[in-house]
């Protein structure tokens, strides 16, 4: 079974100031991971994914995020965010044996404020 | 193109009656998800079809749970004797296919039982 764990329920931040969001995950086989986002009143959108090769990700909106194996993390980044990102962010895993059975994590609400 | 489509995208019910909840799925996807979020949380999965048949339904709590998708395209997840617990957000995604790992999310149904 998977875990995902996301320390930070809420994160406020300024404009234009770098953020990290948190995740580490717990799973007794290999996983694929993600990254989602949750704007409000909309749904859940996929931000970027961890398959296979570079550890470093680069996804939508200028977000991007490092898988570390050996800290079991996939921490998200951007170095300037704007009062649009805005939203729930969510990460998920899923084994990487073709499984389908996503688990999310909680979830990190990013306050960008002016 | 037309998204991921949920109805009704609210619906209140009392405690012990049954419901239907309906996903439309974007047109040719093959793969389609349930999860349920409850307040706080992340989304939790529940049951996973490829084509007209559940692959995985290992996240369903109960047997009072049951989802269908006869023909390959729209789903329902029908649930029988509701509870008090089971208020939630019900959400439903949809993917190409299996492999490729992107999910679109619908915007939900929020079940209310009094």
């Known amino acids: 079974a998977q875990s995902v764990t996301q320390l930070d329920s809420q994160v406020p931040v300024f404009e234009e100031a770098p953020v990290e969001l948190r995740c580490n995950y717990s799973?007794?086989?290999?996983?694929?991971l993600f990254w989602y986002v949750q704007y409000p009143n909309q749904g859940l959108q996929l931000l970027l994914k961890?398959?296979?090769?570079?550890?470093l990700v680069k996804g939508i909106n200028g977000f991007e995020a490092e898988f570390n194996k050996s800290q079991t993390s996939f921490h998200l980044r951007k170095p300037s965010v704007h009062i649009s990102d805005t939203a729930e962010y969510f990460c998920a895993v899923t084994p990487d044996n073709y499984g389908q059975n996503f688990v999310f994590g909680p979830g990190t609400r990013l306050s960008v404020l002016p | 193109g037309a998204g991921v489509s949920q109805t009704p995208s609210n619906k209140v019910t009392e405690k012990g009656k049954y419901v239907e909840l309906r996903c439309d799925p974007i047109?040719?996807?093959?793969?389609l998800y349930w999860y349920r979020q409850s307040l706080g949380q992340g989304p939790e999965f529940l049951i996973y079809?490829?084509?007209?048949?559940?692959?995985?339904d290992s996240g369903l709590p109960n047997d009072r749970f049951f989802a269908v998708r006869p023909e390959g395209s729209v789903s329902t997840l029908k649930i029988q004797r509701t509870e008090r617990g089971d208020s939630a957000v019900y959400l439903c995604?949809?993917?190409?296919?299996?492999?490729?790992?992107?999910?679109?999310f619908g915007p939900g149904t929020r079940l209310t039982v009094t």
């Open positions: 995604a949809s993917s190409p296919q299996a492999g490729t790992y992107e999910q679109y």
């Open positions: 047109s040719g996807h093959t793969a």
């Open positions: 961890y398959l296979s090769g570079s550890t």
């Open positions: 799973s007794s086989v290999s996983v694929y």
């Open positions: 079809f490829q084509g007209t048949g559940a692959a995985d």
